[in-house]
């Protein structure tokens, strides 16, 4: 089992910036896919962006290219989650999720584990 827990969350104006931290309770850090997810009130859960276990290939939602990044630091066990040029449309609870797939995935059911989440508002 791994346990996930989300950090950096908060109240931040439009266009500024915020970086998410998601530490993982596993001594095999380096072996699974990582992501986020958002979740806004009334909406379903949407991907965000993802990041192989081997060589950090990453993918992005349309909606926040250019301006989120994920990365990961294996020796610490964490991903994070650097968010710029913040919108209103970006307030949501994001969610850190692992899959031990040495590849990523845009689908919530394919990750196993999660963490509880750490809300993000953007005010205009």
């Known amino acids: 089992q791994v346990q996930l827990v989300e950090s950096g969350g908060g109240l931040v104006q439009a266009g500024g910036s915020l970086r998410l931290s998601c530490a993982a309770s596993?001594?095999?850090?380096?072996?699974?896919?990582m992501a986020w997810f958002r979740q806004a009130p009334g909406k379903e859960r949407e991907f965000v962006a993802t990041?192989?276990?081997?060589?950090?290939?990453?993918y992005y939602a349309d909606s926040v290219k250019g301006r989120f990044a994920i990365s990961r630091d294996n020796a610490k066990n964490t991903v994070y989650l650097q968010m710029n040029s913040l919108k209103p449309d970006d307030t949501a609870v994001y969610y850190c999720?692992?899959?031990?797939?040495?590849?990523?995935?845009?689908?919530?059911?394919?990750?196993?584990?999660w963490g509880q989440g750490t809300q993000v508002t953007v005010s205009s």
């Open positions: 999720a692992a899959r031990y797939y040495s590849g990523g995935s845009i689908l919530p059911s394919d990750y196993a584990y």
């Open positions: 596993t001594r095999t850090f380096s072996n699974y896919a």
């Open positions: 990041i192989s276990r081997s060589r950090g290939i990453t």
